[in-house]
């Protein structure tokens, strides 16, 4: 079991990133990350997380500042609608520690990163903004990097957690571009009604539309919908658009959608998935977070795989002696709950990109009978993989 202090640098200052600085620093190591923006800006929608990432936020010191900056949903419940707001039926998702970690928590993304951010500081993470790699070498002493203004750094290991496009990833010699997936979000953020205390699914033709409070105040509102691939939309008009494709929802949707102007706070992402095979690393050099595994997001589960890599390679690193070891079985340990999420996420959205008119009827009676066996499944079958995980870390 080796204690020895490595100098770490983190390519990526987002969720995975900071999760991963705050909890490698914890166990002693010298981190450092690399952000390419010259000043943190984070697109301001919001975000749920479930108890199995709040149980990680718990594991890094966050959770609780994490519930004061958001909404916990009081019972986990989520409640499904049709899409003219009729009632299909309502499922609750599972809590942990006996109810002391919350079934969901809806958070603004801006909050999540402002949280990260000062406990961070608090730790003494240097960050340098505006920085990115150009250009990488690894031998037996190291990885060497050169950054894109000229400046050269060496660490002990180097994590990419850049996301979806990671540079890290193409530096790596591994060439694997994202996949479309065929759909967009969009997202709203809106004055929070004081009775509006749970998540809301409302359910169209191949189509989603969500709210959920993020904050004592606020909600954010998300849509999916089938978009054409490499279509760009001009942000002046993501709130036209957002309200024309969700034209047909009324009920519990048709306030918000109603306030869509020019002055709303929108967001569009299409959606894309990175399916990475094992191994994650190559020599000192390891992905975390979307770089490796991306997912779609109809399962609300990327912001949680994320912060959870970051808590197992912290566990990785203790508990193995040499470095090899521990980023292999940290991929092992992290591709099984992984790779599962990406496979139910795209199954949930595929299915649904399918539906019509005319079997609406019969996938409401049947969500009606099955919803809380879903998710029941889900959650079961997720901590079995967490649990195949831990033994995994401790051969």
Known sequence: ????????????????????????????????ILE???????????????SNGL??????????????????????RNSYFDHHGAPITDSFYPSADDGK????????????????????QRSGVQIDLDSSVAALEQDEEGVHLQLTDGRQLSC?????????????????????????????VWRSVHQRPSELTVKIMMMGPAKRFGIMPISADRLYTFGTVAEPEGRFFDPADWPRLMQERFAEFSGPAAPFLQELDAEAEVLYTAVEEVVLPLPWHRGRVLLIGDAAHASTPFMGQGG???IQDAVILARALTCHSDLEGALKVFGEARFGPCQFVQDVSRAVGEAGASEDIANLASRNAELASTAQEKVDGFYTRLAALNDEAEAILSQ
């Open 55 to 76: 149980r990680s936020m718990q594991q890094l010191g966050v959770m609780e500042d994490m519930i004061a900056a958001g909404f916990a949903v009081p019972d986990g």
């Open 156 to 184: 002990d290991l180097l994590i990419g957690a850049d996301g979806v496009r990671s540079v890290t990833r193409a530096l790596m010699g591994l060439d694997l571009a994202p996949r479309y997936t065929g759909f967009g």
């Open 36 to 50: 390419k923006q010259a000043a943190w800006r984070f697109q301001s929608s919001g975000i749920f997380v479930y």
């Open 1 to 32: 079991m080796s204690r020895q202090a490595l100098d770490i640098v983190i390519v990526g200052g987002g969720i995975a990133g900071c999760s991963a600085a705050i909890a490698l620093t914890a166990i002693g190591h010298k981190v450092r």
């Open 304 to 306: 949680a795989m994320a």
């Open 101 to 120: 970690i919350p079934a969901i928590l809806g958070i603004k993304r801006a909050e999540i990163h402002r949280v990260l951010a000062a406990r961070m």
